[in-house]
């Protein structure tokens, strides 16, 4: 059973559809303004909601090109506060990552910050402020980044969803609680109304056996989705940007703040029907995306074949050194034994009032050294322990790794969900040299504490 969404709780229906496939891509800017801007992100009849946005567009421009070429962009600030762009899941040159306070100054409003950098896999990527990010993501700054194949797959169409969760008053305008004490020291700030490409209701007619690659893209800041097909056969052919080996049938899958997936759908839906990306919650069933099937079928293709694997590192056994990565705190346990922040060993009654609920291996916010050091090419493996209440999207910059399975490495991937209770083990080879973040991907989690970093020498 799949339900209609409903809006603001008011249970408005909604007849609206955004019909058409993304527009094609405009020349595209060698600048990147971020500014204050407007957008009809709730149905038509509300208003517009005031956003942050990159070059007037939510999300921001889909910057698109090849393998190993450049991505060249102008940050230009008009914003009213500092902020930077982290390129999240490229295997980045260091200086170019984003990260006010380890790789560069946060940009003050009115300046400008040249990012320019290669692109050494081809997979699904995006963009985003690394700067106040609880607020200044969930007020719009965000984009695509697809980095093609050098030689493109057999599909018949192809379009890139981006998934961003606004919290927004009865006049579509967003709360302006950003970083409130209950988000951060609980699930986040989860908004009331999910958009598709900046639409609340996306419709992409298609046919009958049509093949369709999407890019999907977790940009919510804190939300957690729970994803399903119907009149769709869908596979998995990329998590995060990196090809798997072998594509998986799709089945329910769920994509953390941050995560990706590549799917492969053939319409399997009778023309009149639809084919729907199911966005489950509570036990009900929503239309996130919706595919209307037109009159016309094409033949149907065997099942896909896998996309060219990045050149990753070689990565095969799980590597014997072990650092911990210990998250703690949050509502429900707390920091009972205070944590170090910012140098200091505070009760967890001073960390509150310093904003801080959360903390990794017992220091909250940045600790001045880095968590391990790794030669250049050297590996680690990290068991994430989660003894809080809550989930958590472990994010490491500048690298992927690989999750230590029973009896295998698990797919490459730049974020992974660790569920209460639960320990997850990764591997990682530090191949990429400088400082680099490492932390919860829940942005209001980091804000409040949990986050850290490693080097590579
Ligand atoms: Cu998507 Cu630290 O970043
Ligand atoms: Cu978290």
């Given at each position: 059973?799949i339900c209609r969404?409903?809006?603001?709780?008011?249970?408005?229906?909604?007849?609206?559809?955004?019909?058409g496939?993304?527009?094609?891509?405009?020349?595209?800017?060698?600048?990147?303004?971020?500014?204050?801007?407007?957008?009809?992100?709730?149905?038509?009849?509300?208003?517009?909601?005031?956003v942050?946005?990159?070059?007037?567009?939510?999300?921001?421009?889909?910057?698109?090109?090849?393998?190993?070429?450049?991505?060249?962009?102008?940050?230009?600030?008009?914003l009213?506060?500092?902020t930077?762009?982290?390129w999240?899941?490229?295997r980045?040159?260091?200086?170019?990552?984003?990260?006010?306070?380890?790789?560069?100054?946060?940009?003050p409003?009115?300046?400008?910050?040249?990012?320019?950098?290669?692109?050494?896999?081809?997979?699904?990527?995006?963009?985003?402020?690394?700067?106040r990010?609880?607020?200044?993501?969930?007020?719009?700054?965000?984009?695509?980044l697809?980095v093609?194949?050098t030689?493109?797959?057999?599909?018949?169409?192809?379009?890139?969803?981006?998934?961003?969760?606004?919290?927004?008053?009865?006049?579509?305008?967003?709360?302006?609680?950003?970083?409130?004490?209950?988000d951060?020291?609980?699930?986040?700030?989860?908004?009331?109304?999910?958009?598709?490409?900046?639409?609340?209701?996306?419709?992409?007619?298609?046919?009958?056996?049509?093949?369709?690659?999407?890019?999907?893209?977790n940009?919510?800041?804190?939300?957690?989705?729970?994803?399903?097909?119907?009149?769709?056969?869908?596979?998995?052919?990329?998590?995060?940007?990196?090809?798997?080996?072998?594509?998986?049938?799709a089945?329910?899958?769920?994509?953390?703040?941050?995560?990706?997936v590549?799917?492969?759908?053939?319409?399997?839906?009778?023309?009149?029907?639809?084919?729907?990306l199911?966005q489950?919650e509570?036990g009900s069933?929503?239309?996130?995306?919706?595919?209307?099937?037109?009159?016309?079928?094409?033949?149907?293709?065997?099942?896909?074949?896998?996309?060219?694997?990045?050149?990753?590192p070689?990565?095969?056994?799980?590597?014997t050194?072990?650092?911990?990565?210990?998250?703690?705190?949050?509502?429900?346990?707390?920091?009972?034994?205070?944590?170090?922040?910012?140098?200091?060993?505070?009760?967890?009654?001073?960390?509150?009032?310093?904003?801080?609920f959360?903390?990794?291996?017992?220091?909250?916010?940045m600790?001045d050294?880095?968590?391990?050091i790794?030669?250049?090419?050297?590996?680690v493996?990290?068991?994430?322990?989660?003894?809080?209440?809550?989930?958590?999207?472990?994010?490491?910059h500048g690298?992927?790794?690989?999750?230590?399975?029973?009896d295998?490495?698990?797919?490459?991937?730049?974020?992974?969900l660790?569920?209460?209770?639960?320990?997850?083990?990764i591997?990682?080879?530090?191949?990429?040299?400088?400082?680099?973040?490492?932390?919860?991907?829940?942005?209001?989690?980091?804000?409040?504490?949990?986050?850290?970093?490693?080097?590579?020498?």
């Amino acid at each position: 059973m799949i339900c209609r969404r409903t809006l603001l709780g008011s249970g408005l229906a909604l007849g609206a559809s955004v019909l058409g496939g993304r527009a094609a891509a405009a020349e595209e800017p060698l600048r990147l303004r971020a500014a204050p801007s407007r957008a009809q992100l709730a149905p038509n009849g509300y208003p517009e909601t005031p956003v942050w946005a990159y070059d007037n567009k939510i999300p921001g421009p889909e910057i698109r090109l090849r393998q190993g070429t450049r991505v060249v962009r102008r940050l230009v600030n008009e914003l009213p506060q500092p902020t930077s762009i982290h390129w999240h899941g490229v295997r980045i040159d260091n200086a170019m990552d984003g990260v006010p306070g380890l790789t560069q100054d946060a940009v003050p409003p009115g300046a400008e910050f040249d990012y320019e950098f290669t692109v050494p896999d081809a997979g699904t990527f995006w963009y985003h402020t690394h700067n106040r990010s609880w607020e200044q993501l969930a007020r719009g700054l965000a984009g695509p980044l697809i980095v093609e194949e050098t030689t493109s797959p057999d599909v018949d169409a192809e379009l890139t969803l981006f998934v961003s969760d606004w919290r927004l008053d009865q006049s579509a305008a967003l709360t302006e609680d950003f970083g409130a004490m209950h988000d951060q020291s609980h699930q986040g700030r989860i908004g009331n109304m999910l958009t598709v490409n900046g639409a609340f209701d996306r419709a992409t007619p298609v046919r009958r056996h049509q093949r369709l690659r999407i890019r999907l893209i977790n940009a919510a800041t804190d939300r957690v989705i729970y994803l399903g097909l119907a009149g769709l056969e869908g596979w998995v052919l990329a998590l995060d940007g990196m090809p798997l080996e072998a594509p998986q049938p799709a089945g329910n899958f769920v994509l953390s703040p941050a995560q990706r997936v590549d799917l492969f759908v053939d319409v399997t839906a009778e023309s009149g029907d639809e084919g729907v990306l199911v966005q489950y919650e509570r036990g009900s069933g929503y239309a996130l995306a919706s595919f209307p099937v037109t009159d016309g079928s094409r033949a149907r293709r065997p099942a896909p074949v896998a996309l060219p694997l990045n050149a990753m590192p070689d990565l095969r056994v799980a590597p014997t050194r072990s650092v911990d990565f210990r998250m703690e705190g949050g509502a429900m346990r707390g920091l009972p034994n205070g944590a170090v922040f910012e140098g200091q060993k505070l009760s967890m009654r001073d960390l509150m009032l310093a904003g801080q609920f959360w903390a990794t291996n017992g220091v909250a916010g940045m600790p001045d050294s880095p968590l391990f050091i790794l030669h250049q090419g050297e590996a680690v493996r990290l068991p994430l322990v989660n003894d809080t209440a809550f989930p958590h999207a472990i994010h490491a910059h500048g690298h992927h790794f690989r999750e230590i399975g029973e009896d295998a490495l698990g797919p490459w991937r730049d974020t992974i969900l660790v569920d209460p209770g639960e320990t997850r083990e990764i591997a990682l080879v530090g191949d990429n040299p400088g400082n680099w973040l490492i932390h919860c991907h829940m942005l209001n989690h980091q804000a409040a504490g949990m986050k850290t970093w490693f080097q590579v020498s």
